[in-house]
């Protein structure tokens, strides 16, 4: 088993900045790749970022590309999101994953554990 607790979400201006982080607990972390998804009111939970074990690769939605940075210390057994440029758009609920395995990242079914998540709000 794996716990993750996301942690770090609040209020932001457009333009504005934030850093989510998702501690885990449990299992070796360290072994699990990890991902962000989001999810605003009245839409489907959406893919934002991932990251590999080993930090060996990332990869990023199109809409956030650029603009947020995923990485992780596994000594802290911690992933973060640094999310610059905020746009409104952004707003939702983002929640952090991880997928004992390495392939389509992008798909929520490739994820064994979930946490609860964190509101994100950008005003305009």
């Known amino acids: 088993q794996v716990q993750l607790v996301e942690s770090g979400g609040g209020l932001a201006q457009a333009g504005g900045s934030l850093r989510l982080s998702c501690a885990a607990s449990?299992?070796?972390?360290?072994?699990?790749?990890v991902g962000w998804f989001r999810q605003a009111p009245g839409k489907e939970r959406e893919f934002v970022a991932a990251?590999?074990?080993?930090?060996?690769?990332?990869s990023y939605a199109v809409a956030v590309r650029g603009r947020f940075t995923i990485s992780r210390d596994n000594a802290k057994n911690t992933v973060y999101l640094q999310m610059n440029s905020l746009k409104p758009e952004d707003t939702a609920v983002y929640y952090c994953?991880?997928?004992?395995?390495?392939?389509?990242?992008?798909?929520?079914?490739?994820?064994?554990?979930w946490g609860q998540g964190t509101q994100v709000t950008v005003s305009s």
């Open positions: 990251i590999t074990w080993e930090s060996v690769l990332t």
């Open positions: 994953a991880a997928a004992s395995r390495t392939w389509r990242l992008a798909q929520s079914s490739a994820y064994d554990y």
């Open positions: 449990g299992r070796t972390f360290s072994s699990y790749a």
